[in-house]
């Protein structure tokens, strides 16, 4: 294992970020890699957390360990302090993050919404990656509207310091004309080659789109 951890990040939120990290953490799972997950902050949470609880159930993890930070409300992380009251600790987070990274062969971090979106004020998912040293994967739509997306979400990266290690366009049908250019034009602004995710029915990819996020995520 070349790489113990990795950020999954988005262009925006419902983008597939969660559907991403769980096909990895599955696939490693089955190529009995010690596979951990770690989301910092779930927001929209009812009653558990919908993300976390879908991915402890491969890994095994109590729901405390992987999501230490809720809001019931569909916001920013920020906005969640702003309206629930309720703050937390930049450094307890850290700090939950490296006794994972210690536990864990490999962790798979999701965030919420985009890169861009405030943990804190002044604080974001780009600065989390910074101050972690976590290198991202980028997940953006398919269709209609992704270029200027997922180029302005690479552009922010890098501008960061970020290394960003590949781009995974989800959710490909074949019915939107824009689908067929959009992947050779991303790589033409970004210089890397997208992966091309099909929509399927449930939650597993074919074996051979898993092998080829895996390869990315950890460089194996």
Known sequence: MKRKSVLITATDTGVGKTFISYNIVLTLKEMGIRVGYFKPVETDVKDVPADGSLLCS??????????????????SPYAGILEEGKDFSLDAL?????KLLERYDFLVVEGAGGIAVPIKRDYNYA?????????IIIVSRAGLGTI???YLTYFYAISKGLNVLGIV???????????RTNPIIVEELTGIKPIKVPKVEGLVLDRSVREKLVTLATNL
């Open 148 to 150: 200027n997306h997922t």
């Open 94 to 98: 850290k700090e939950q993050y490296l």
């Open 58 to 75: 491969i890994t095994g993890q109590d729901l405390e360990e992987a999501v230490p930070i809720r809001y019931s409300l569909p916001l």
């Open 127 to 135: 600065d989390l990656a910074k101050d972690w040293g976590l290198d």
């Open 169 to 179: 366009m989800n959710g490909f049908e074949g019915r939107d004309v824009s689908e």
